[in-house]
């Protein structure tokens, strides 16, 4: 089993920054992908963001494409989501996930195994 706990998340307003941690413990294997994903209220989950197992590939949804930025410190077991020029309608809880994806399966939640309990992510205008 892996658990997966997201942290930095909070209350920001448009145009501001916050940087999320997930840390990853109990069967940990560096050799898989994470993920971000975020859900809004009455919307279904979506991708965000993931990143290879040893970061050499990233991939963005459009809407956060040059806002948002997605690494992992595999020595750490944490995974990061650095958003900058945040908008209110990036309003949601953030999940992170991890999973043995490929590429072609990063922008689907029944392609990870492991889902943290998500951190709400609020951005005021």
Same mark, same amino acid.
């Given at each position: 089993?892996?658990?997966?706990?997201?942290?930095?998340?909070?209350?920001?307003?448009?145009?501001?920054?916050? @940087?999320?941690?997930?840390?990853? $413990?109990? /069967?940990? +294997? $560096?050799? /898989?992908?994470?993920?971000?994903? /975020?859900?809004?209220?009455? #919307? %279904? @989950? %979506?991708?965000?963001?993931? !990143?290879?197992?040893?970061?050499? $590939?990233?991939?963005? =949804?459009? +809407? &956060?494409?040059? @806002?948002?930025? !997605? +690494? @992992? *410190?595999?020595? #750490?077991?944490?995974?990061?989501?650095?958003?900058?020029?945040? #908008?209110?309608? *990036?309003?949601?809880?953030?999940?992170?996930? %991890?999973?043995?994806?490929?590429?072609?399966? &990063?922008? /689907?939640?029944? +392609?990870? *195994?492991?889902?943290?309990?998500?951190?709400? &992510? =609020? &951005?005021? $205008?």
């Amino acid at each position: 089993q892996v658990q997966l706990v997201e942290s930095g998340g909070g209350l920001v307003q448009a145009g501001g920054s916050l @940087r999320l941690s997930c840390a990853a $413990s109990g /069967r940990t +294997s $560096s050799n /898989r992908a994470m993920g971000w994903f /975020r859900q809004a209220p009455g #919307k %279904e @989950r %979506e991708f965000v963001a993931a !990143i290879s197992w040893n970061g050499g $590939s990233t991939y963005y =949804t459009d +809407s &956060v494409k040059g @806002r948002f930025t !997605i +690494s @992992r *410190d595999n020595a #750490k077991n944490e995974v990061y989501l650095q958003m900058n020029s945040l #908008k209110p309608e *990036d309003t949601a809880v953030y999940y992170c996930a %991890e999973g043995g994806v490929t590429a072609g399966g &990063v922008t /689907r939640t029944g +392609s990870y *195994d492991y889902w943290g309990q998500g951190t709400q &992510v =609020t &951005v005021s $205008s």
